[in-house]
């Protein structure tokens, strides 16, 4: 399943159980301890600093950073430079984190370098850093060693205290679309999510900011831009699309995080050329995995991406109704996510997300379908393709870790 060996994923995962997975349980609500970069300055300190030895480009946002990541890192192969690209979740493989040159990093450099990354933390003595943090770094250590001119790092969580806002001079911050999400840890107004996400600018550095949802959002990364000396440019017209005929083809939320990455390419004055662009694989950003009858996956974890992901079925596949294999992760808002789907259904399969330590919201969803007189179906668990409707479209979405069902049974 998409290059996924478990006995190599199991050995690099075995490296750092020792070191506590804050994206286990992103519903409980951290303290600074937790959160910090503290801890950061002494890992960096002890790889020998490599981020400052890579331009990087730093991208927030509730929605699309990680796909605006993929367009970035193919746009600066398009352009002629090596680059890395640290990105999370993942959807298979932990290998999708840590990609070169738009390739999945191959595993015997991926445990490598993770082994030696592993044991100089062990013993320098230094204690209490995340799994996270041991791969934000690692990420970079292997970047250097590749010979990356560019690294492109997306945030975990929020911006302001997310370990990668250790990085104090990248060469463009970019913020993607904002809206609620991680309410629990962020803030509970979209001005407040946007005040973590707009951390990660910095004094005098350029700031690609898509088109937002909210205006409370886009008035305060203007005003923080603003107060940093930063120059604030938006993309780029979707007219700019006709130069690049497989991004015509994309839904309109891709081709907007690709018009984002492309006004990247403008920050950094280089000319990346259409003839040398291959279009990134991008899991779980509304990726066919099969044709006929379509099946989908998405990792919509929020109303306003399951909104825009409905919007994309509509225009993709005219007239057809997809079975949503629905699973949602606790303290998301279900009924926002149900809601913006229903257009797109007909029927709902209730499940639980593939990730038990985050808790799910299948009681609330079955309630939601009972209420509306919704078609719907509860698998708490979904065990392969004899589980699922025959030749028909589906639709695999709710979070990273209902994609990845997907993924696995059609992958």
Known sequence: MRGLDPHFEQRFFDLFNAYYDLEANTARRYGQGEYTLERMAALAKLAGNPERKLRIIHVAGTKGKGSTSFFIGALLEAAGKRCGVFTSPHLTTVRERFQLDGDWIPYPVLLDAAEEWERQVLESGIKGATLFEMMTVLALRIFVDAGC????????IGGLLDATNYVQSPVCTVITPISFDHTQLLGDTVAKIAAQKAGIIKPGVPVVCSHQPFDEAEAVIIETAIASGCPLMTPELEAACRHWPEITILPAFLRENFLTALRVMEVLR????????ALPEMPARFECVRETPPVILDAAHNADSARRLAEALAAAYPGV????????????????IFQALRPAASEFILTNPENPQKGSELEGLRALCVKHGVPHRVLPSIGGA??????????????????????????
């Open 149 to 156: 001119e560019y690294a492109v790092m997306e945030t975990g």
């Open 270 to 277: 280089l000319k990346p050329r259409p003839a040398a662009f």
């Open 321 to 336: 109704k997809f079975t949503v294999v629905l699973g949602v992760v606790a303290g998301k808002d279900c009924e926002g």
């Open 386 to 411: 004899a589980d699922l409707p025959e030749d028909e479209p589906l639709l695999f979405t709710g979070s990273f870790f209902t994609a990845s069902a997907g993924a696995r049974i059609f992958g």
